[in-house]
């Protein structure tokens, strides 16, 4: 394997494992969930995106064929890093989080967590009424 | 070259692991043990992915994925637990 | 079949609306597939676009409408900009997490009143916000007006809003809408 190659692959796995590292450090190191999800969505998902860059770029050295593989994996995650945070954070409001008291109000009606949006099962809304 | 950084990228990855263990037994509410478990699920892939380097196998990328999408799909069946009550309804 | 018909009053139906009912999908899986078999032969492109042709027509009464994407020049573009703006916030997040005490830190929820209406575009952006410097987008209103965003580190919080409104939502509006 030529030198260049050999090299952008190292710097590419210190990268992400340091990525990696300081993800799960401050999931520990942060005081309140909310903030926690900062870390883990944005640096071990670049942490993880940048191991799989090495590993393509390794194989492409090895085999001289390029594989396309890992990008799939890099693009999964990349897609599903923004769902799980949306999910956790709905859960951990649900739970944890006071709307009148925290939270800003977005209008007449609240946050979706809290609230049925109007048109929305309208099986429950008639059972209401009735 | 690759082997010193590769023993960097293990090192760094195993030790990230024990700090999500440490989260996962530590976390005060349920939400932070789901995420700390979320967190291992994307480590464990880096760690599979520099497993599959140094063994110079293409094998380990089938593993790698679906480590992912079940680690995906567990996290959101867990959250709409929490917040529903049900997963499928 | 009670779906269908519902589709089919919000918009026209078309015999080549029914075969291809999300072309753009269609063509995703189409380079999924492939990219997934890791090897290009003429009987994988054969399965490929059977199942490109398959899976949107069995999903489509799931979704219903169909996105319409006004510039691939500009998506292309939107593409290369949140990729940078990954990599910055990766770097920013890092060095708050590193360097600075947790007690220091100035966090708070903020609200941002949305322009957008498609559901598709809203998924977008908040996609976008939450990979993007110090911001994660928690919830939705109910009435699909506005965004919750909580900010990890936020001295000014007008500012982050306008930020987010002028560098991302408006240029997701210009491909959506």
């Known amino acids: 394997m030529n030198i260049v190659l050999e090299v952008l692959v190292s710097v590419l796995i210190v990268i992400g494992a340091g990525f990696v590292l300081v993800g799960s450090w401050g999931m520990v190191r942060l005081p309140d969930l909310m903030s926690r999800l900062h870390a883990p969505t944005k640096a071990t998902t670049l942490g993880v995106g940048g191991a799989l860059l090495a590993s393509m770029f390794f194989f492409f050295g090895v085999n001289k064929t390029l594989s396309v593989h890992e990008l799939l994996i890099t693009l999964f995650l990349f897609l599903s890093a923004p769902i799980t945070a949306h999910f956790l954070s709905k859960a951990y409001m649900h739970r944890h989080v006071d709307p009148e008291k925290t939270l800003p109000r977005p209008g007449r009606l609240g946050w979706s967590t809290y609230e049925a949006a109007p048109g929305a099962g309208d099986g429950q809304q008639n059972e209401e009424q009735s | 070259m690759i082997d010193y950084a590769l023993n960097f990228g293990l090192v760094a990855v195993s030790l990230a692991l024990l700090l999500n263990l440490y989260s996962l037994f530590k976390g005060p509410s349920t939400m932070d043990r789901v995420l700390a478990v979320d967190t291992m699920v994307i480590n464990v892939i880096a760690l599979i992915v520099f497993y599959g380097i140094r063994q110079q196998s293409v094998m380990y990328f089938e593993a790698a994925l679906l480590f992912a999408m079940f680690g995906f799909v567990s996290t959101v069946a867990y959250c709409r637990f929490v917040l529903r009550g049900n997963i499928i309804e | ?177």
Request: proline share 7%; aromatic share 10%; glycine share 4%.
């Open chain 3, 1 to 177: 079949m009670t779906d269908m018909n519902e589709a089919s009053l919000e918009q026209p139906e078309t015999p080549a609306r029914r075969l291809f009912p999300h072309p753009l999908l269609s063509f995703v899986l189409v380079v999924v597939w492939i990219l997934l078999q890791n090897s290009f032969s003429f009987a994988h492109l054969l399965l490929a676009l059977f199942l490109g042709w398959g899976i949107p027509c069995l999903t489509a009464s799931f979704w219903p409408t169909r996105p319409h994407i006004r510039s691939y020049r500009k998506a292309l573009a939107y593409t290369l900009l949140v990729c940078g703006d990954i990599v910055v916030a990766n770097l920013t997040v890092a060095k708050l997490i590193l360097f600075r005490s947790p007690g220091s830190l100035h966090t708070c929820w903020v609200r941002v009143p949305l322009d957008l209406t498609t559901p598709e575009a809203i998924t977008l952006f908040a996609g976008t916000i939450t990979m993007t410097p110090g911001t994660v987008s928690a919830d939705l209103s109910a009435d699909g007006r506005s965004l919750l965003v909580h900010c990890l580190d936020a001295p000014d919080p007008e500012g982050t809003v306008a930020m987010m409104k002028t560098r991302y939502e408006a240029r997701v509006k210009e491909i959506f809408e």
